[in-house]
């Protein structure tokens, strides 16, 4: 919650800052666990393009929460941008399963299942 009390470009730098270690983190577990299961490099590619992608969104959803949280407060909302953006990249990643991966339909579905937990509330006019 720090960078919620921060201002101007220093919050701006903070939430780069989370953005860049949740997804990069995000992309390892993914990656990882394709490495852990013996997967051909094309999955362990995608795998790692979807974690890095749906680490991304996570934070684009968190700061929506935290930028709604803002103007509870009476401070400017910021508007649905990181909503949106979050929704898209979401969707990006799932495309990387999809069309990338070459994953079974059943591990593709598990995997967008988890996604839409890890990031509820992006589908075009879903609540959060």
């Known amino acids: 919650m720090v960078d919620v009390a921060l201002r101007g470009a220093a919050r ?19 990656w990882g666990g394709a490495v852990a299961a013996g997967a051909d490099p094309r999955v362990e590619a995608a795998l790692r393009c979807f974690g890095r992608d749906l680490g991304w969104a996570y934070q684009l959803a968190d700061d929506a929460d935290d930028l709604a949280e803002d103007g509870a407060l009476g401070q400017s909302a910021g508007g649905l941008r ?21 994953l079974a339909p059943r591990g593709v579905a598990l995997l967008v299942a988890l996604a839409r937990d890890i990031v509820p509330g992006t589908e075009p006019g879903g609540a959060h």
């Open 82 to 102: 990181p909503r949106r953006q979050s929704r898209w990249i979401r969707a990006r990643a799932e495309r990387h399963l999809r069309e990338r991966a070459g």
């Open 12 to 30: 701006g730098r903070a939430r780069r800052l989370h953005r860049q270690k949740t997804t990069a983190l995000a992309g390892l577990a993914a």
